[in-house]
Nanobody, 129 residues
Framework: QLQLVESGGGLVQPGGSLKLSCAAS????????IGWFRQAPGKEREGVSC????????NYRDSVKGRFTISRDNAKNTVYLQMNSLKPEDTAVYYC??????????????????????WGQGTQVTVSS
């Protein structure tokens, strides 16, 4: 069974940093493009960033460009999201998911949740003073 597990969330002050991890079990992560999403209370889940299966292509939503960096270590079967200069509006539950098209998925700056599966349980990120 394909499973993704997110970790690394927490409470941080505005301007601070966090590094999220997305670890895979039950499958080899290097076959899949991986997306990070987030969902704030009362809002729809939105795409944050995406990385191709080999790490050669990445993309970000406009509001996080220049602050967030997505990366992957296929040897460790893990994808990361480094978040710097965090703002209160970044507060949300963050999820990772695998693109259903595997290596053929094109990572644009707009991610559709319907294109992804094997969702993790999420990790809470709270940015507050």
């Amino acid at each position: 069974q394909l499973q993704l597990v997110e970790s690394g969330g927490g409470l941080v002050q505005p301007g601070g940093s966090l590094k999220l991890s997305c670890a895979a079990s039950g499958f080899t992560l290097d076959y899949y493009a991986i997306g990070w999403f987030r969902q704030a209370p009362g809002k729809e889940r939105e795409g944050v960033s995406c990385i191709s299966n080999n790490g050669g292509s990445t993309n970000y939503r406009d509001s996080v460009k220049g602050r967030f960096t997505i990366s992957r270590d296929n040897a460790k079967n893990t994808v990361y999201l480094q978040m710097n200069s965090l703002k209160p509006e970044d507060t949300a539950v963050y999820y990772c998911a695998a693109a259903a098209q595997g290596p053929y998925y094109y990572c644009s700056d707009y991610l559709r949740t319907a294109d992804f599966g094997s969702w993790g349980q999420g990790t809470q990120v709270t940015v507050s003073s």
